[in-house]
């Protein structure tokens, strides 16, 4: 869980999904994130082999990130969370009813 433990990493991973992205792509899908906590997501995403960072050596740098086998691994663990999330973003759950 650590891995993909807390609040950004599964939004990036979700984004990620979708298809390969570079950094100011993924910047825009999620404007809420500091550039800061972006990076350092996207970096121990890499340390943790989720996903794979591929940069092209020509000027400026062209750097794409795509989700790595283990990456893929945990689609149906991101597309679960996110199907939740836009049903509570919905209000298809209430908190206290299902304890």
């Keep these: 869980m650590e ?55 020509v000027v400026p740098p062209f750097v794409t990130y795509r989700l790595s086998n283990a990456g893929v691994g945990l689609l149906p663990v991101i597309e679960a969370m996110a199907q939740w999330a836009f049903q509570d973003m919905e209000g298809g759950f209430t908190p206290s009813s299902d304890r």
């Design 3 to 57: 891995r993909i433990g807390g609040y950004w990493k599964p939004i990036i991973l979700y984004h990620l999904s979708k298809g390969d992205k570079r950094y100011s792509e993924l910047k825009r899908a999620i404007p809420a994130i500091t550039e800061k906590v972006l990076i350092q997501h996207l970096k121990q995403l890499e340390n943790d082999n989720l996903l794979i960072r591929e940069a092209k050596p």
